[in-house]
Antibody
Framework: QLQLQESGSGLVKPSQTLSLTCAVS??????????WSWIRQPPGKGLEWIGY???????YYNPSLKSRVTISVDRSKNQFSLKLSSVTAADTAVYYC????????????WGQGTLVSVSS | EIVMTQSPATLSVSPGERATLSCRAS??????LAWYQQNPGQAPRLLIY???TRATGIPARFSGSGSGTEFTLTISSLQSEDFAVYYC????????FGQGTKVEIK
């Protein structure tokens, strides 16, 4: 059973870079046909897709965040990572990692999520 | 950006009754539409993809319909564990989500 687990700093200062990692277990991140995404949810609000990476390393980002986002993959550790630069309070959210289906970007499964707060 | 609009924002339903949730896309997304359920403090769970295909392990009381710009999620007989927030999401273009419909106990 595929499982995803987010980890990283829970508190980031304004203007700094948010860094998170998603560890994948129960399956290989190099399995063909799947993408690996980051999605966030501000407290009490809806969901926003941040971007995805394929096992090949190709990426695609939400145009509204593209200038600040980098997603990378470490196949040797079976994990992928998110960096979001120049954060502000508006970036405070629960950050989820999720697998995109082979047929398109429907997400299953999801990690449990990790809260990142941006505050000085 | 394709904007997804869900209605109603809140739906009050008694256990055992039928719930009908709506989702509208600002432009056609074909059948590239998914539904998720989210309980408090938990990650969303995929219920439906391809507008009408239930994900693995999802009970038959959940059904999805529609194509193009109009979609519906129906829960035929609400169980206690179904009271949650539901999101639609299109993946015809870069993914966008609706704002959610909260299904609460009447």
């Amino acid at each position: 059973q595929l499982q995803l687990q987010e980890s990283g700093s829970g508190l980031v200062k304004p203007s700094q870079t948010l860094s998170l990692t998603c560890a994948v277990s129960g399956g290989s991140i190099s399995s063909g046909g799947y993408s690996w995404s980051w999605i966030r949810q501000p407290p009490g609000k809806g969901l926003e897709w941040i971007g995805y990476i394929y096992h090949s390393g190709s990426t695609y980002y939400n145009p509204s965040l593209k200038s600040r986002v980098t997603i990378s993959v470490d196949r040797s550790k079976n994990q992928f990572s998110l960096k979001l630069s120049s954060v502000t309070a508006a970036d405070t959210a629960v950050y989820y990692c999720a697998r995109g289906a082979s047929f398109g970007l429907a997400f299953d499964p999801w990690g449990q999520g990790t809260l990142v707060s941006v505050s000085s | 950006e394709i904007v997804m609009t869900q209605s109603p924002a809140t739906l009050s339903v008694s256990p055992g009754e039928r719930a009908t949730l709506s989702c509208r896309a600002s432009q056609s997304v074909s059948s590239n539409l998914a539904w998720y359920q989210q309980n408090p403090g938990q990650a969303p769970r995929l219920l439906i993809y391809g507008a009408s295909t239930r994900a693995t392990g999802i009970p038959a009381r959940f059904s999805g319909s529609g194509s193009g710009t109009e979609f519906t999620l129906t829960i035929s007989s609400l169980q206690s564990e179904d009271f949650a927030v539901y999101y639609c999401q299109q993946y015809n273009n870069w993914p966008t989500f609706g704002q959610g419909t909260k299904v609460e106990i009447k």
